[in-house]
């Protein structure tokens, strides 16, 4: 099925803390998981993205990291700033048998505040 | 040039009319996709258009009708739309369209209001 949870859906941090959201996806032939942050108003942009060949994959202050067996991956931000407040989305690559391709769904998104 | 273009960005229109949003990119990518994202909610794919060809269509009702004139052009054809159908619509593309995809690059979106 078509199916990525995301959690938390808000989730509220002091400046200077880690943040970390979760999903689970439902189709065991995904293999590409990227996240995006939108800001208020703004255009959905990608952060970091991880394929299923590789467990952990790390940017600055950003990681991703995948479990393939337990089927979900997860975002962590390290020290985080004000400026990394914004709705978080994952995603998952959902392979369609009769267009032989594959196309992205979104999770639910967590809209993540960052406090100074 | 890593932008998709969209326009315009605000459109107001009643029940009876037509319009069309327009979306453009000069970065050489071969897939262009409309979404539809209402307020709080992610991103839901309408369509796919690759080399120019609509490859996926989620089912979308026929008072939209996508276009791709070339490579570098998407338009979203509005006719005869509900209030329900209000909401920021992206225009995305990416390199190729297939078992991988890839990155998306999106638009900033056309807000749509249907009164």
């Known amino acids: 099925g078509e199916n990525v949870e995301q959690h938390p859906s808000t989730l509220s941090v002091q400046e200077g803390d880690s943040a970390v959201i979760k999903c689970t996806y439902s189709?065991?032939?995904?293999?590409?998981f990227p996240w995006y942050k939108q800001e208020l108003g703004k255009r959905p942009q990608l952060i970091i993205d991880?394929?299923?060949?590789?467990g952990e994959k790390k940017d600055q202050r950003i990681a991703v990291t995948l479990n393939k067996t337990a089927k979900h991956f997860s975002l962590h931000i390290t020290e985080t700033q004000p400026e990394d407040s914004a709705v978080y989305f994952c995603?998952?690559?959902?392979?369609?048998?009769?267009?032989?391709?594959?196309?992205?769904?979104f999770g639910q998104g967590t809209r993540l505040t960052i406090n100074p | 040039d890593t932008e998709v273009t969209q326009t315009p960005k605000h459109l107001v229109m009643g029940m009876t009319n037509k319009k069309s949003l327009k979306c453009e990119q000069h970065?050489?990518?071969?897939?262009m996709y409309w979404y539809k994202q209402k307020a709080k909610k992610p991103p839901e794919l309408m369509f796919v258009?690759?080399?120019?060809?609509?490859?996926i269509n989620e089912s979308v009702p026929s008072r939209f009708s996508p276009e791709c004139p070339n490579s570098s052009l998407l338009n979203l054809h509005l006719h005869a739309l509900q209030p329900e159908d209000s909401a920021l619509y992206l225009c995305?593309?990416?390199?190729?369209?297939?078992?991988?995809?890839?990155?998306?690059?999106f638009g900033e979106g056309s807000r749509l209001t249907v009164l």
């Open positions: 995305a593309s990416s390199q190729v369209w297939g078992l991988n995809t890839g990155e998306l690059f």
């Open positions: 189709d065991s032939a995904s293999n590409y």
């Open positions: 991880i394929r299923s060949n590789v």
């Open positions: 995603a998952a690559s959902i392979f369609t048998l009769i267009q032989g391709a594959q196309k992205l769904v």
């Open positions: 970065m050489g990518h071969r897939a």
């Open positions: 258009y690759s080399y120019e060809k609509l490859s």
